[in-house]
């Protein structure tokens, strides 16, 4: 069965600081993968996506980059973390060629950027 | 634009009574639908879907849901509420971009609280 890890479940950061999170998905290949932040426990906000190696989606503008390094990884970075940084990060990933259509969800890192 | 809509920010509920959460949607073609449910800080967790087919699906949790395609509504049903259901539920649509790929995008969410 697939299954989603992310890490560190929380992080507390002083501005000014780098960023990494990040993700790792079991027992699937070729996964579509998605970073989303959800701010003040509401909506979610997609902010990057990618569909193989090296290949990155940015949706919004933003003080954050992603990248995939292998099949299976995505990282969320920053080199110098702001105030408004901080939220609720999720990772999440598809997989399209087994016939689903769901995305499925990591548990979240929740980042505080003091 | 596409978009998904929750009307309600707040949906309470006494335990036992029927419960509805609300979801509309503007898409174009024929739209991929979902519910998820998200427990204080944790990741989301999927409920149902809709792809194609009968208009009434039933997902996990006793939870279902019902397409209405004239009405670009997916909203969120329990016949009898329990009170561990008290979360914040999603909904949500899959987008096919113009390369190809899938972009999901979720509604603003909708608090269930069930009273005991």
């Known amino acids: 069965s697939q299954t989603i890890h992310q890490w560190p479940a929380t992080l507390v950061q002083p501005v000014g600081s780098p960023l990494s999170l990040e993700c790792t998905v079991e027992?699937?290949?070729?996964?579509?993968l998605y970073w989303y932040r959800q701010a003040a426990g509401r909506g979610l906000q997609l902010l990057f996506y990618?569909?193989?190696?090296?290949?990155i989606s940015s949706e919004v503008p933003q003080n954050l980059s992603a990248s995939r390094p292998q099949d299976r990884q995505f990282i969320l970075s920053s080199k110098k973390l702001l105030l408004s940084d901080s939220g609720f990060y999720l990772c999440?990933?598809?997989?399209?060629?087994?016939?689903?259509?769901?995305?499925?969800f990591g548990q979240g890192t929740r980042l505080t950027v003091v | 634009a596409q978009s998904v809509a929750q009307p309600e920010d707040q949906v309470n509920v006494a335990e036992g009574n029927p419960l509805t959460v609300k979801c509309t949607y503007s898409v174009s073609g024929n739209p991929y639908l979902f519910w998820y449910v998200q427990y204080p800080n944790r990741g989301l967790q999927f409920l149902l879907k809709y792809i194609t087919g009968d208009n009434l699906v039933k997902g996990s949790y006793g939870f279902e849901a019902e397409f209405n395609k004239s009405q670009t509504s997916f909203h969120l049903k329990k016949p009898s509420a329990l009170v561990s259901d008290s979360a914040l539920y999603f909904c949500a649509v899959r987008l096919i971009k113009t390369s190809g790929t899938y972009k999901y995008i979720f509604g603003t969410g909708t608090r269930l609280k069930v009273l005991a």
């Open positions: 990618s569909v193989g190696i090296g290949q």
């Open positions: 999440a990933w598809t997989s399209e060629g087994q016939g689903n259509t769901e995305a499925f």
């Open positions: 027992g699937t290949s070729n996964p579509n």
